[in-house]
């Protein structure tokens, strides 16, 4: 059973930066595809940015490249996701899963609990 613990949400001002954290156990990250997502309220669930088990390969969405990066720390059994320019926009609750399959599978098979970003003045 893998487990996956978020940590690193808070309140920040737009401009400003914070980085997750997305702490993995039962298995190690070779084994899983790790991918951000977030929901604001009222809003659809979206793929925020995700690491490839195969080759650390990296993918983004849209409205975050440039500003996010993913990275991985394989003997911490964790996963970053560092972000820059934070906007209002980017408000909503963060969620890690990860998934044996593939970056690009519908539903990621385990979830964390999610983190709370909040970009306000």
């Known amino acids: 059973q893998v487990q996956l613990v978020e940590s690193g949400g808070g309140l920040v001002q737009p401009g400003g930066s914070l980085r997750l954290s997305c702490a993995v156990s039962?298995?190690?990250?070779?084994?899983?595809?790790i991918g951000w997502f977030r929901q604001a309220p009222g809003k659809e669930r979206e793929g925020v940015s995700c690491?490839?088990?195969?080759?650390?390969?990296?993918y983004y969405a849209d409205s975050v490249r440039g500003r996010f990066t993913i990275s991985s720390d394989n003997a911490k059994n964790t996963v970053y996701l560092q972000m820059t320019s934070l906007e209002p926009e980017d408000t909503a609750v963060y969620y890690c899963?990860?998934?044996?399959?593939?970056?690009?599978?519908?539903?990621?098979?385990?979830w964390g609990q999610g983190t709370q970003v909040t970009v306000s003045s």
């Open positions: 690491i490839s088990k195969n080759d650390g390969s990296t």
């Open positions: 899963a990860a998934d044996r399959s593939s970056c690009f599978v519908p539903n990621f098979r385990y």
């Open positions: 039962g298995y190690s990250l070779n084994y899983y595809h």
